[in-house]
């Protein structure tokens, strides 16, 4: 399975836009890039998907590389409830199923 | 409308207790899945459903059973339990069965002494 890389960790100020960048250099024609993130104590929330094009929602945008072998999660103005761990991942499809595969993810601290 | 609930919350057991932790969903979502997540850690896919009455293994399977006893519930089963599968428990659905947003319980904490 395709696996991700993403920062430990980083900071921004409250208010300023953040952009959490992923490497995928081994994703295959099919896998989506999935982001979710995970408040401290709480289970994960979905954040965003896509395959080819940038994708915008109300939480956030994603711009995908055109080689798609990287990407970028854009938190256009952070805010103190923006401080969780952000996964980047790769779905994938094996065995007749679709799994996610969490990685350790990055650390996004919000300064006010 | 609760989304996914888990119970329960905590856990404490001996090694080779059993235990049953219950999820059940309100969204009427075909797929569901069960994760662990170890501390300093990325959740890890245990079983999942794609949909009533089917279960797979994920990538952490062993010691573990499930069941989904129907669309809304689905029950994950440590038979004997073990020091190693001290961990948080995380309960997931998801409306289609390829999964692309999936929507996570409040998770359990399971500590095996």
């Known amino acids: 399975d395709a696996k991700t890389t993403q920062p430990n960790s980083m900071e921004s100020n409250e208010e300023e836009p953040v952009h959490l960048p992923c490497n995928h250099s081994?994703?295959?024609?099919?896998?989506?890039i999935h982001w979710y993130r995970q408040l401290p104590s709480q289970g994960p929330e979905y954040v965003i998907h896509?395959?080819?094009s940038n994708v915008n929602n109300r939480m956030a945008s994603l711009a995908i590389a055109e080689d798609r072998k990287s990407s970028t999660l854009i938190l256009h103005r952070a805010t103190l409830r923006d401080a969780a761990v952000y996964y980047c991942i790769l779905g994938y499809s094996g065995a007749g199923s679709y799994q996610l595969t969490f990685g350790k993810g990055t650390k996004l601290s919000v300064i006010p | 409308n609760a989304g996914v609930t888990q119970t329960p919350k905590f856990q404490v057991l001996k090694t080779g207790q059993s235990m049953t932790l219950q999820c059940a969903q309100d969204?009427?979502?075909?797929?569901m899945y069960w994760y662990r997540q170890d501390p300093g850690m990325g959740l890890r896919l245990i079983y999942y459903?794609?949909?009533?009455?089917?279960?797979d293994k994920g990538e952490v399977p062993n010691g573990y059973n499930v069941s989904r006893l129907n669309k809304r519930e689905f029950s994950l089963r440590l038979e004997s339990a073990a020091p190693s599968q001290t961990s948080v428990y995380f309960c997931?659905?998801?409306?289609?069965?390829?999964?692309?947003?999936?929507?996570f319980g409040p998770g359990t904490r399971l500590t095996v002494t």
């Open positions: 896509g395959l080819t």
């Open positions: 081994t994703i295959s024609g099919t896998d989506y």
């Open positions: 997931a659905s998801s409306e289609a069965e390829w999964g692309y947003e999936q929507y």
């Open positions: 459903s794609a949909s009533e009455g089917t279960t």
């Open positions: 969204m009427n979502h075909n797929s």
